[in-house]
Structure formats: structure tokens, C-alpha cells
T-cell receptor, first 112, second 109 residues
Framework: GAGVSQSPSNKVTEKGKDVELRCDPI?????LYWYRQSLGQGLEFLIY????????KSGLPSDRFSAERTGGSVSTLTIQRTQQEDSAVYLC??????????FGEGSRLTVL | GQNIDQPTEMTATEGAIVQINCTYQ??????LFWYQQHAGEAPTFLSY????GLEEKGRFSSFLSRSKGYSYLLLKELQMKDSASYLC??????????FGGGTRVLVKP
């Protein structure tokens, strides 16, 4: 959606496994955000990348979560040793010039 | 930190007007956004306010009072397709955008 590609769209994994979620903002905007949304809940901020600045990691819920952004474009969110409470839709968004965000369709993660 | 407060749910009739209020506290303030999210879909941008006052965009208007930490989204001439969640999102200094829990609007015939 809106020029942001996320993969996989759905991921089912077993508790304790590691998962990687990918986000490609396609047109290479400098600002990239990760959010997570549990069923029926609002969006929870995870991490924000802006150009070459150090990322704002203040929303990462634990040290099992990490994210990187290579070449100022594609980003990967990694969750190690997944837990059932990690089950959610993980949304990536790119920031436009005026500041509004354009979201991808999300990656739905289910931890059994 | 940021605190964002908006009603959980609102119900209105097709053709009516609904006003969704949002109060917020932020560490620095750099504008406020409203997003619409239909069930099972990604949020989409509706409006942006950075100065006090009313911004009108078709059937949707958004108001901001920075001194009061208050915004509202006004939906006029409600249509069935407007049934969705509406998310208030103030932006703090440094461009971090934090979302409220959203207001689920149900439009009835």
C-alpha cells in the first residue's frame, strides 16, 4: 500500500523461534517507522529511522526486538525467541515531506 | 512521554455529523495528524494541523488548539463507508509520531 512493501504478509511461528519482517519503502524516503498493532488496539510505536541519524528505539518492548535499515532504504525488524504476546500486525510506514505517514499492508505475526 | 485520550467508540446515523475529540500531552509539539483505519486495513492519512484553527477538507474537518492540547475531527454527511477507526496522532519534537488508541465510529442506516 502507498508505495511501501512488507513481507511476509502472514507469518506463523512457534514460540521461541526467531522471525524477520521486511519493509521496503520503494521510493526511498528518509523517514521510516515501525509500529505494532494488537487485535482491536491502537498503534504502538516501536522504532523510527531518519536519514543518517541514530534511530529512535524508545518503543522497542524488549531486547528481543531489533531493527536495522540498510542503505537508507530497506528495513528489517527482527524478533528473537518469539513469545505469544508478540502476536500482532507489524506495520511499516514511510514519512512524506509534510510529515504524514504512508503505511504498508503489514505483516501479521502469529506465535503458537 | 505522550498521553493521548480519545473516546473508544461512537455511533451515529447516516447523514449526521460526528465530532471525535482528542486531548494530548507531548514532549514538544510538531503538528497533529488524523488517520482513518478500516478493519483489517492499514491506516490512511486524513488531515494535518500544525497551527491553531480549523482545516477543512471536503466532508472532513480537523481543529487544533495547541494551548489546550486539544484537537477534534469532524465528519459531516456521514456515509456507511465512514465506519472505521479514527486515530489521533500528535507528533513530538524529533518527528516521532505516536498514535492514540483510536475511536471506532459505527455509522447506522
Amino acid at each position: 500500500g502507498a508505495g511501501v512493501s512488507q513481507s511476509p504478509s502472514n507469518k506463523v511461528t512457534e514460540k521461541g523461534k526467531d522471525v524477520e519482517l521486511r519493509c521496503d519503502p520503494i521510493s526511498g524516503h528518509t523517514a521510516l517507522y515501525w509500529y505494532r498493532q494488537s487485535l482491536g488496539q491502537g498503534l504502538e510505536f516501536l522504532i523510527y529511522f531518519q536519514g543518517n541519524s541514530a534511530p529512535d528505539k524508545s518503543g522497542l518492548p524488549s531486547d528481543r526486538f531489533s531493527a536495522e535499515r540498510t542503505g537508507g532504504s530497506v528495513s528489517t525488524l527482527t524478533i528473537q525467541r518469539t513469545q505469544q504476546e508478540d502476536s500482532a500486525v507489524y506495520l511499516c510506514a514511510k514519512g512524506a515531506r509534510a510529515g504524514e505517514l504512508f503505511f504498508g499492508e503489514g505483516s501479521r505475526l502469529t506465535v503458537l | 512521554g505522550q498521553n493521548i485520550d480519545q473516546p473508544t467508540e461512537m455511533t451515529a446515523t447516516e447523514g449526521a455529523i460526528v465530532q471525535i475529540n482528542c486531548t494530548y500531552q507531548t514532549s514538544g509539539f510538531n503538528g497533529l495528524f488524523w488517520y482513518q483505519q478500516h478493519a483489517g486495513e492499514a491506516p490512511t492519512f486524513l488531515s494535518y494541523n500544525v497551527l491553531d484553527g480549523l482545516e477543512e477538507k471536503g466532508r472532513f474537518s480537523s481543529f487544533l488548539s495547541r494551548s489546550k492540547g486539544y484537537s477534534y475531527l469532524l465528519l459531516k454527511e456521514l456515509q456507511m463507508k465512514d465506519s472505521a477507526s479514527y486515530l489521533c496522532a500528535p507528533r513530538a519534537a524529533g518527528n516521532k509520531l505516536t498514535f492514540g488508541g483510536g475511536t471506532r465510529v459505527l455509522v447506522k442506516p
